[in-house]
Antibody, heavy 116, light 107 residues
Framework: QVQLVQSGAEVKKPGASVKVSCKAS????????ITWVRQAPGQGLEWMGW????????NYAQKFQGRVTMTTETSTSTAYMELRSLRSDDTAVYYC?????????WGQGNLVTVSA | DIQMTQSPSTLSASIGDRVSITCRAS??????LAWYQQKPGKAPKLLIY???KLQSEVPSRFSGSGSRTEFTLTISSLQPDDFATYYC?????????FGQGTKVEIK
């Protein structure tokens, strides 16, 4: 069965970077893109960006341009999202999801807490 | 950028009610719209894609309709498992935008 398993919770200081992983299984990794979505406490869903697992092409939301990097590692069917220069308002649950249009499978989410 | 606006923000309803949630786009988006259900502490779940196509294993009481700038998610007979927050999502050219969400509460 299709699964996306994310790495564990992280606590970071302001100004630091975080790199979250998303390991896919149960399907051909290169056939679908991976998107990253975050959700601040009590808030809605915010799209951050998308990466093609086929050729590594990326498209980032303008808000995160210059501060986020999304990559994939085909050999391990894993996607990564790195967010730099963390601020307190980056505290959120970060989700990966599979798809090129709609997103049909989601990871369990990673809580990233940014606190001094 | 295209903005997606959902209404209402909160909806109070009873078991068995027919409920509808509207999602309006700031400009025409053809049919590239999906609906998701999210429960507290859980990842979103895909319900509807391409405005009206029911995702596999989603109960048939959920339906989607609409085109261009106005879209609707309808639950024909609200069940206890349906109390959750619902989001619309537009996608086009590898860019995605979510609506702000509609919370469906027990009346």
């Amino acid at each position: 069965q299709v699964q996306l398993v994310q790495s564990g919770a992280e606590v970071k200081k302001p100004g630091a970077s975080v790199k979250v992983s998303c390991k896919a299984s149960g399907y051909t990794f290169g056939s679908y893109g991976i998107t990253w979505v975050r959700q601040a406490p009590g808030q809605g869903l915010e799209w951050m960006g998308w990466i093609s697992a086929y050729n590594g092409r990326t498209n980032y939301a303008q808000k995160f341009q210059g501060r986020v990097t999304m990559t994939t590692e085909t050999s391990t069917s894993t996607a990564y999202m790195e967010l730099r220069s963390l601020r307190s308002d980056d505290t959120a649950v970060y989700y990966c999801a599979r798809g090129n249009g709609q997103f049909d499978y989601w990871g369990q989410g990673n809580l990233v807490t940014v606190s001094a | 950028d295209i903005q997606m606006t959902q209404s209402p923000s909160t909806l109070s309803a009873s078991i068995g009610d027919r409920v509808s949630i509207t999602c309006r786009a700031s400009q025409s988006i053809s049919g590239w719209l999906a609906w998701y259900q999210q429960k507290p502490g859980k990842a979103p779940k895909l319900l509807i894609y391409e405005a009206s196509k029911l995702q596999s294993e989603v109960p048939s009481r959920f339906s989607g309709s609409g085109s261009r700038t106005e879209f609707t998610l309808t639950i024909s007979s609200l069940q206890p498992d349906d109390f959750a927050t619902y989001y619309c999502q537009h996608y086009n050219g590898y860019t995605w935008t979510f609506g702000q969400g509609t919370k469906v509460e027990i009346k």
